[in-house]
């Protein structure tokens, strides 16, 4: 699949990015550092920059692809322009099983998330059943997340002391800071079987943008396509929410942002959507560790405050347009 040229900016702003989130931090450090002449300076910089900043930004990386691959594939598939990686009921499982982790205390929370995002395709796919209609799968996937959210919520009601409720609560808002090596080795080969699960449905939207019947008379297996969808998701986002906490709203605006660049073309539109959300998230990490605010911002909020209003806009839209 090759890159179009919206997708080619975006891979070059994504490495300068990449390399500004590599120079911010706590200290004065910069990466040109480690070619420093003083040894002691050298060796601290590699320190720093090896061990904190680097995991943060891959991870951030990694969880904003993640976030906008899949909603560009969601959208498609659901033919809504509201849908994200949310609809599925994969977020919220992936974030209550952390939680279930953080109360009993039988894993880590990444290990927690990962479980309960492969648990959620899979319950969605028994759910919904290989032969079920688009519609099917998102209802099943809005009864899902519902259930998650209330046992989500059940879980912090019963949380053994003020403490606990307030460590899942910070988990819950979501964030790639004090990540290490061992988050990302935990999370990017799950992630990266979803990346190409879900860019293998590209043909697939794209016949299926001319209507169901015309797919499938181009010899598009629907159930296969939902059935692409919904474990590339479940593998790249259970993976990044394990390791990152609850981060909305990217899988909804980066589709969006991208779709006119890229003439509505489905098969562009997903790699294009996967850049665009490591973009976005990058750019969004690095505003919380600039902005003025004392304590550090979470993520999951400075992506919400974008994003909602956002969200409000395109319901306003789309009623208009109505």
């Known amino acids: ?106 894993w880590s929370p990444a290990a927690g998330g990962i479980a309960g995002g492969l648990a959620a395709g899979a319950l969605l796919v028994a ?16 009864a899902l997340s519902s259930l998650a959210v209330a046992l989500t919520s059940l879980a912090l009601n019963l949380a053994p002391s003020p403490m606990a409720a307030f460590e899942i609560m910070f988990w819950l808002m979501g964030s790639v800071a004090d990540r290490s090596w061992s988050h990302v080795t935990l999370a990017l080969p799950l992630a990266l079987a979803g990346w190409a699960l879900l860019l293998a449905t590209g043909r697939g939207l ?22 692409l969808a919904v474990a590339g998701t479940a593998l790249s986002v259970g993976a990044c929410v394990a390791v990152s906490g609850s981060i909305g709203f990217v899988g909804l605006v980066v589709p969006h942002l991208l779709r006119g660049l890229v003439a509505q073309d489905p098969q562009r539109l997903l790699p294009a959507s996967a850049l665009g959300g490591a973009c976005l998230l990058l750019a ?13 911002l979470k993520l999951g909020v400075a992506t919400a405050l974008v994003g909602a209003p956002f969200f409000l806009w395109q319901v306003l839209r789309l009623r208009g347009a109505a």
């Open 127 to 142: 759910l919904a059943g290989r032969a079920a209609g688009t519609l099917t799968l998102v209802l099943a996937g809005v």
């Open 206 to 227: 794209a016949a299926l943008s001319l209507g169901e019947d015309v797919a499938a008379s181009l010899g598009i297996d629907l159930a296969r396509l939902r059935l």
């Open 1 to 106: 699949m090759s890159l179009s040229r919206p997708a080619l900016v975006l891979a070059i702003a994504l490495a300068a990015l990449a390399c500004l989130s590599a120079s911010l931090g706590a200290s004065r450090l910069r990466p040109w550092d480690v070619f420093s002449a003083d040894e002691g300076v050298r060796a601290v910089a590699g320190l720093v920059l090896w061990e904190i900043r680097a995991p943060r930004t891959v991870l951030a990386l990694a969880a904003g692809a993640s976030l906008g691959l899949s909603g560009a594939v969601l959208q498609g598939l659901t033919r809504n322009p509201l849908a994200d990686p949310g609809i599925v009921g994969v977020s919220s499982l992936a974030a209550l099983g952390a939680v279930l982790a953080f109360h009993f205390g039988l």
């Open 284 to 296: 969004a990490d690095i505003a919380v560790r600039l902005a003025p605010t004392g304590a550090e």
